[in-house]
């Protein structure tokens, strides 16, 4: 048997259906040499479209092939999923107050379906636990690791010190429970965040296979695994416990936990050998933010990261090098601190400059801000109340996890109830927990500013020639 070949016809892009149509219909049969057919053969990688750039290869990997591998010849030597919950809806809300009913409820409703299986098992040890547990929609939500909980018979506890502030979204923070049993998967974020007293930074990127556009994201949060499409996490440190590790001399030691850097000995070796003995890990971690910003970067190798993580060089000229950690800095500023920026003064609402004078709270309440049509994105419809206009074009440039920043915080700072469980879940009481009732208004006009001011970094970054990474 002779192996099948592979023809294709490029046809160009943004082309319609009907137009498509019409290039088949006249083509008649492959057969046809007007029709120009190219033959497709795979590479080395078992790519047939979209190929891999084989210089990617070369590059260093931000990721070890072991965790906590203090040897790794990586940028990092620890990284993880995202938190994947398997029941956003129950252990995710803007109101801290609403979460704990939640899951108290959660909680004590699948104590109640342990005590009926060990009740159920006395009667009948074939029982099946899967067809025997109830599930009202209203009550709890479960996944493959709780069942297995229940079928080992071990109860949950309800922890009123597990919930913490997590970036559920790109600029969209929520209180998240991550008490005893109810996380479906944690990955390594108990070294990562071990309690709410540390602090840590945390670069995302997209897991492998993702669709969209790669980018990348920073947050000093717990992060959801989709904050960036099934995210994966680079930190800047990680915690260990100190009776189960002997701190080394220069390891930085706080309560019951000592601190790791999660940047690798290798990489900063490799970087004090290129740019000089004052490069610091705070500078390489700053130079990934920085680099995996650039657009150049991001265009030659754009089919190998929906294929792979991202691999970086140890750039040429040592001045580039400064110039990407320091515009990483910068930008982590920004995107960290993105609730603090002064809003545009361009921006009018109602048709006029932002009032020194908060509104009165009954015009700040939001259900679902739009645009007047797709194509008006220079007015946004806060409420009824409220419109923005003048939103200079430049801002919805910034893009993160497949659309802009503005319109994540128009998305998520929606009133939204869960059709299955029935919970809603409000934006507007984060702003009244916090005491801050226009919080939404002026996020949204912060993020106007953090747009246009990312636009403008990302444009000043090095153009770099990509070669091939000697180490």
Not at 210 to 216: E, G, N, R
Not at 221 to 236: E, K, R, T, V, Y
């Amino acid at each position: 048997m002779t192996k099948a070949e592979i023809f294709y016809k490029d046809i160009g892009d943004y082309l319609s259906r009907e137009e498509k149509l019409k290039i088949v219909s006249e083509g008649k049969s492959i057969l046809n040499p007007d029709l120009g057919m190219g033959k497709l053969n795979p590479n080395e990688h078992g790519d047939w479209i979209n190929k891999r750039n084989s210089l990617f290869d070369d590059y260093i990997p931000i990721e070890p092939n072991i965790k906590f591998d203090v040897l790794s010849q990586s940028f990092f030597n620890v990284h993880s999923l995202g938190i994947n919950t398997n029941r956003d809806a129950w252990v995710y809300n803007s109101s801290k107050n609403v979460l704990e009913k939640n899951m108290k409820t959660h909680v004590s409703f699948y104590n109640s379906q342990v005590e009926k299986m060990e009740e159920l098992l006395k009667k009948n040890e074939k029982i099946n636990i899967e067809t025997s547990k109830d599930n009202p929609p209203d009550k709890i939500s479960w996944s493959s690791s709780l069942v297995d909980n229940l079928r080992r018979f071990k109860t949950a506890k309800y922890e009123k010190d597990k919930i913490h502030i997590a970036a559920y979204r790109p600029f969209y923070k929520q209180y998240i429970y991550t008490g005893d049993k109810m996380i479906h998967r944690r990955g390594q974020f108990e070294q990562f965040f071990p309690n709410n007293e540390k602090n840590n930074l945390i670069i995302c990127v997209a897991g492998v296979g993702a669709t969209k556009p790669f980018d990348v994201y920073i947050t000093d949060l717990l992060p959801d695994i989709q904050l960036q499409a099934n995210g994966q996490c680079f930190p800047l440190y990680w915690y260990e416990k100190k009776n189960k590790v002997q701190g080394g001399l220069f390891e930085k030691t706080e309560d019951e936990y000592t601190r790791h850097d999660a940047i690798s000995d290798f990489i900063l070796e490799q970087a004090k050998s290129r740019y000089g003995p004052r490069v610091s890990k705070e500078d390489i971690f700053y130079y990934v933010y920085g680099i995996l910003h650039s657009p150049d970067y991001r265009k030659t190798f754009a089919n190998d990261l929906k294929k792979m993580l991202p691999r970086l060089p140890l750039i040429e000229k040592v001045q580039d090098f400064w110039v990407f950690s320091e515009a990483g800095r910068k930008l982590a500023d920004i995107h960290l601190n993105y609730e603090d920026r002064d809003p545009p003064k361009e921006v009018l609402i109602n048709g006029k400059p932002l009032p020194k004078s908060p509104f009165p709270n009954a015009q700040v309440i939001v259900n679902k801000m739009k645009f007047p049509s797709k194509e008006q994105k220079d007015t946004i419809i806060f409420n009824s109340h409220l419109t923005l206009t003048n939103i200079p074009a430049k801002a919805y440039e910034y893009i993160v996890n497949g659309k802009s920043a503005i319109e994540w915080v128009m998305e998520r700072y929606a009133v939204i109830t869960h059709n299955e469980s029935g919970i809603t879940n409000d934006p507007n009481d984060w702003a009244m927990e916090h005491n801050d009732p226009q919080y939404i208004l002026n996020l949204l006009l912060s993020m106007i500013t953090v747009s246009v001011k990312t636009v403008d970094i990302v444009a000043g970054l090095p153009k770099v020639e990509w070669y091939w990474n000697d180490i």
